[in-house]
């Protein structure tokens, strides 16, 4: 299994970034897959999900700011997230449950500056 997270970076507050996580190892279209995220001292937290047939939901404090999608025919999830605020802060990290085990790619840093 290998998920390899990217579109991190610095922006703004009230700024936008669409993170990626492109798939492989394992069959993309039934599974479930998670964005978390961890921001610096602190634990790694459950931020979104997408369930095999679609299905989004999240964490209360992205709803109506983040959106979870998936291509299966490109084996990619993204994160769409927009009026980005500085407690967002964090390295965000993609992850598949297969079986009941989480797997977890190598993440990617979002820093919003004030």
């Known amino acids: 299994v290998q998920l390899q997270a990217s579109g991190g970076g610095v922006v703004q507050s009230g700024g936008s970034l669409r993170l990626s996580c492109a798939a492989s190892?394992?069959?993309?279209?039934?599974?479930?897959l998670v964005w978390y995220r961890q921001a610096p001292g602190e634990l790694r937290e459950w931020v979104a999900r997408?369930?095999?047939?679609?299905?989004?939901s999240y964490e209360d404090s992205v709803k109506g700011r983040f959106t979870i999608s998936r291509d299966n025919a490109k084996s990619t999830v993204y994160m769409q997230m927009n009026s980005l605020k500085p407690e967002d802060t964090a390295t965000y990290y993609c992850?598949?449950?297969?079986?009941?085990?989480?797997?977890w790619g190598q993440g990617t840093l979002v820093t919003v500056s004030s």
């Open positions: 992850g598949v449950y297969i079986q009941g085990i989480i797997y």
């Open positions: 190892g394992f069959i993309f279209s039934t599974n479930e």
């Open positions: 997408i369930s095999s047939s679609g299905a989004p």
